[in-house]
């Protein structure tokens, strides 16, 4: 039984480690488009 916990418990952390960085990237990129928006205008 304990055994199943763990695995539950470390299946848990990898998947918010997981989702935390692909917020991250996402968030990361949505900026990226942004920016490249607003300086590709000054041509």
Request: no cysteine.
């Amino acid at each position: 039984m304990g055994d199943t916990l763990k695995k539950l418990l470390l299946l848990a952390a990898v998947a918010a480690a997981g989702y935390v960085v692909y917020t991250k990237f996402v968030q990361d990129r949505d900026e990226r488009d942004l920016w490249a928006e607003v300086t590709d205008t000054f041509e």
